[in-house]
């Protein structure tokens, strides 16, 4: 539910090697075993960094504040666009030449938009630091957004919006976004839609670029065969070129409208259901015992509420899912599922029981000691490759977490007790849900 759009060009050769290597390599320890190193350059850029070197990899993962929701009005889908162009030539090369090294040295580049920031991420032999941190470089600080080079990219994005439209996961989700978030930048399409995509122009593409790539709104973290005193110097190559301050347009906090019953028919054989409220916020206390409840409701684990009712004891559906979107202007609880269309009332019938029974009762002890066995024995799971540990290491930030997050996450899960996730169920799921269907006759 989480908007995302991701545009990759892909490493081949000896980097997948590489990292199929470093995959192995990196699946030893726990999260807590992860030494993160604050590196800040001469002229100031800060990045977290763990060391490796049994690997000749190093990943690069690095965001930007802002997202999508820095779209203009009308021109939604332009992040989007952006994140497909930044390796459609650089500097002195056009887009062939800029992609061409790229394969010839097995770098990977990947650009994605998300609510409310834009992302990127460099993957290297360390054989090629030097000039995949160059090319990186001028991607972030050179971009040539040359003209037949945005029309390609557009035809590209205009095809795939088409697609779309066939897709009931996508209209649903897009219908959800909008009638939750009318007026608000949350509530657009996050790669646009034709009329919008289409009335995009090069100047709109650089002046996000101008507005969005500044150093003070930059956050990076770095895995791998480099060390400090190497990387200091290539944080102020890479990115010192980059403005120092950020001019974003200001988002308006907002909260979720609840309650709402939205339709929409399309000819598809199974109904696709959305279901949100208002959630919390990441900073918000509350957030680790919501997390912990909402394993146990409908988190993702075969021993959920909703998959044991839903798909277990009634057939109703393949996958059911609740989960928290803790954007930076606003909360959600939201979850899903596709069913049958005659068996879509029954299917949000009990869902809805649930989610009550959850608010009004809760959980037994022995789920809360199973669900927090779980989460805290599988956190090891999001640092078993480079990939992962710079992944976390952004997220981490981007949270504004500490950087001895790692180290504390499990005990904050350890710590949530039986009256805690009583509390915060009834808090959260007391509200009015919003349930936007999608399918035949709209269901």
Do not use: C
């Not at 009762?361 to 640092?383: N, Q």
Request: glycine share 10%.
């Amino acid at each position: 539910m989480m908007s995302v759009v991701r545009h990759i060009r892909r490493a081949t050769g000896a980097l997948a090697l590489a990292a199929g290597i470093g995959l192995s390599a990196l699946a030893a320890g726990p999260a807590e075993a992860v030494q993160i190193q604050r590196v800040v350059s001469p002229g100031g850029i800060e990045a977290w960094l763990v060391e490796e070197q049994a690997v000749p990899l190093i990943a690069v993962n690095f965001a930007f504040k802002g997202g999508n929701a820095q779209d203009p009005d009308g021109k939604a889908g332009l992040a989007n666009l952006l994140s497909t162009l930044l390796d459609e030539g650089a500097g002195e090369m056009d887009g062939q030449t800029f992609q061409g090294r790229l394969e010839d040295l097995s770098i990977r580049l990947a650009f994605e938009d998300s609510r409310d920031a834009f992302y990127g991420e460099m993957k290297t032999l360390s054989a090629h630091r030097d000039e995949a941190f160059d090319l990186l470089r001028l991607s972030l600080t050179k971009p040539r957004f040359d003209d037949d080079a945005v029309e390609r990219m557009r035809v590209q994005a205009i095809s795939g919006l088409r697609r779309e439209k066939r897709d009931p996961d996508t209209v649903a989700s897009r219908l959800w976004a909008r009638s939750i978030f009318p007026n608000h930048p949350y509530g657009r399409p996050a790669n646009g839609d034709e009329a919008s995509v289409a009335a995009i122009t090069g100047q709109d593409i650089r002046d996000y670029h101008g507005r969005v790539f500044a150093r003070d709104g930059l956050k990076i973290g770095v895995v791998g065969a480099i060390d400090a005193k190497t990387l200091a110097p290539l944080l102020d190559r890479v990115f010192g070129d980059l403005p120092a301050r950020q001019r974003l347009t200001p988002v308006a906090e907002v909260a979720p409208l609840s309650g709402l019953t939205v339709s929409e028919t399309i000819p598809n054989p199974q109904t696709v259901i959305r279901l949100s409220a208002e959630g919390l916020k990441r900073k918000d206390p509350d957030f680790i015992a919501a997390y912990v409840m909402n394993h146990i409701l409908g988190g993702g684990s075969f021993s959920s509420w909703l998959y044991t009712e839903v798909r277990e004891k009634r057939g109703l559906a393949y996958s059911v899912y609740t989960s928290l979107a803790p954007y930076d202007h606003a909360g959600i609880f939201y979850g899903g599922l596709g069913t049958r269309a005659d068996r879509a009332a029954e299917s949000i019938r009990v869902i809805r029981d649930e989610i009550k029974r959850m608010a009004e009762v809760g959980p037994t002890t022995a789920e809360l000691d199973k669900a927090k066995s779980y989460l805290t024995g599988s956190y090891a799971l999001r640092f078993d490759t480079s990939d992962k540990i710079a992944g976390q290491l952004l997220a981490i930030q981007m949270d504004d977490l500490g950087i001895d997050y790692i180290d504390k996450r499990n005990a904050l899960i350890e710590a949530v007790t039986l009256a805690d996730v009583k509390r915060v169920a009834a808090r959260l799921l007391s509200k009015p849900l919003t349930v936007v269907t999608v399918g035949p006759g709209g269901s």
